[in-house]
């Protein structure tokens, strides 16, 4: 049978066919670029979050710290006492909120992950709610813990490894290549799979690097190697 100009209707359905194969194709494709498109842009919301954190620490040090000393959240509920501190990375980053330095809950958050401190509720005004540890997903980030002064000593400058084990004040003497804080290698990783994906590492002259799963282990990679001073 043909059309009126004379096109075979064959000939139509052919060509509608090869079209409805080519989009077939074509769908999965445009899927798979869109979704690294946004993770991009994910990516680049970490990293601006890991910028207004390092924003929020060198305010503290000239606010807070006397030019010297970044946070030590003892005395905070959940972060331990003077004489036997106890915080980790997400109670140190956390200490930005509770003294204001930081009001937005959100900057605590990767937007790769499916985190949520249900708009600060979980992270607390005044420290840790109930004077516990914080949620796992209050806050997306590893950073300095209680005993990271000790272990960088110990692990990095070749110190008796008494040292790992002592809790020293954070002081602003790092160089500027140590790792601050980083995505937390609490499940799930943030940004994509441990084969595939990568996490943003904020260093203390304040810029961010994104390291890939070829360089650090996604699953286990806080507390080891490079980020061996960094705690969850």
Avoid at 71 to 100: H, I, K, M, N, Q
Avoid at 174 to 201: C, K, L, W, Y
Wanted: net charge negative; hydrophobic share 35%.
């Amino acid at each position: 049978m043909a059309t009126p100009s004379g096109t075979k209707l064959s000939d139509l359905l052919i060509v509608i066919g090869i079209f409805a194969l080519v989009g077939t194709l074509l769908v999965p494709a445009c899927d798979r670029a869109m979704g690294r498109a946004r993770e991009e842009a994910r990516r680049i919301r970490c990293r601006g979050n890991l910028n207004q954190l390092a924003k929020g620490m060198a305010t503290y040090l000239n606010e807070c710290g006397d030019n010297r000393f970044y946070p030590w959240p003892v005395g905070w509920p959940g972060c331990g006492t003077t004489e036997s501190p106890d915080f980790g990375g997400a109670e140190w980053l956390a200490s930005l909120y509770w003294t204001r330095i930081i009001p937005d809950p959100g900057c605590f958050l990767c937007p790769s992950s499916p985190d949520t401190n249900e708009g600060g509720i979980l992270m607390g005004s005044n420290g840790c709610p109930a004077g516990k540890p914080l949620a796992p997903g209050a806050v997306s980030y590893a950073a300095m813990g209680d005993r990271s002064v000790g272990i960088y000593l110990a692990s990095k400058l070749g110190k008796d490894a008494a040292c790992a084990t002592s809790r020293l004040p954070i002081k602003d003497d790092f160089p500027p290549s140590e790792p601050m804080a980083s995505d937390d290698t609490q499940p799930p990783i943030n940004h994509g799979r441990r084969d595939n994906g990568g996490m943003a590492v904020l260093f203390f002259d304040s810029h961010v690097e994104y390291w890939t799963h070829t360089r650090v282990d996604l699953e286990r990679g806080v507390g080891q190697g490079d980020l061996c001073a960094l705690r969850n």
